[in-house]
């Protein structure tokens, strides 16, 4: 089992970055895929990025592909995501999730971190 706790959301002026952080507990983070999703008020849950057990394969939605990295540090057991270039449109709530295998649906993902918000001004 995996325990996430995310953090890093804020308040952001359009154009400004964020770093996203994803702090997990349990002995086998190692072994999940991870993934970013988002949800704006009004919306469904959406993919943002995800990446495999070891880091090697990432993915991204095409609206942030360029702007967003996905990264993992499996010795610290955490997940990160670095937002550059944000837009209005990226404001949302973002949740980091833990999968057996890698994917971009959310019905995939076993494990949810609470959430962290992210408003970017114009």
């Known amino acids: 089992q995996v325990q996430l706790v995310e953090s890093g959301g804020g308040l952001v002026q359009a154009g400004g970055s964020l770093r996203l952080s994803c702090a997990a507990s349990g002995r086998t983070f190692s072994s999940y895929g991870m993934g970013w999703f988002r949800q704006a008020p009004g919306k469904e849950r959406e993919f943002v990025a995800a990446?495999?057990?070891?880091?090697?394969?990432?993915y991204y939605a095409d609206s942030v592909k360029g702007r967003f990295t996905i990264s993992r540090d499996n010795a610290k057991k955490a997940l990160f995501l670095q937002m550059n270039s944000l837009k209005p449109e990226d404001t949302a709530v973002y949740y980091c999730?833990?999968?057996?295998?890698?994917?971009?649906?959310?019905?995939?993902?076993?494990?949810w971190g609470q959430g962290t918000q992210v408003t970017v001004s114009s």
């Open positions: 999730a833990a999968s057996s295998r890698v994917g971009i649906r959310h019905s995939e993902y076993d494990y």
């Open positions: 990446v495999n057990w070891s880091g090697g394969y990432t």
